[in-house]
């Protein structure tokens, strides 16, 4: 069963960075596309970032330009480089696939605040 471990949240203040990593366990991650979601208090979970198995990456409005995801296969990782963060992309961000999904992991929390 792939497992998905969610790191490199935090605290940030407005205008701040921060590096997302998603690792994930079996043998399907290189075949698979991922997605970065996240879960705002109050709010469904919501897709911002995709990539393709060949690493062609798709945006949602609310963080293009600012968001970029990226992955390693040969590492089964997925990453999410974000800057420019505002308070709104406080969240729990989740990675997996975009349909069909695995266990969802734990998440890591991300909270843009001064």
């Known amino acids: 069963q792939v497992q998905l471990v969610e790191s490199g949240g935090g605290l940030v203040q407005p205008g701040g960075s921060l590096r997302l990593s998603c690792a994930a366990s079996?043998?399907?991650?290189?075949?698979?596309?991922m997605g970065w979601y996240r879960q705002a208090p109050g709010k469904q979970r919501e897709l911002v970032a995709q990539?393709?198995?060949?690493?062609?990456?798709n945006y949602a409005d609310s963080v293009k330009g600012r968001f970029t995801i990226s992955r390693e296969n040969a590492k089964n990782t997925v990453y999410l480089q974000m800057n420019s963060l505002k308070p709104e992309d406080t969240a729990v961000f989740y990675c997996?696939?975009?349909?069909?999904?695995?266990?969802w992991g734990q998440g890591t929390q991300v909270t843009v605040s001064s």
């Open positions: 079996g043998n399907w991650f290189s075949i698979s596309a």
């Open positions: 997996n696939v975009l349909t069909a999904f695995w266990p």
């Open positions: 990539i393709t198995s060949g690493g062609r990456p």
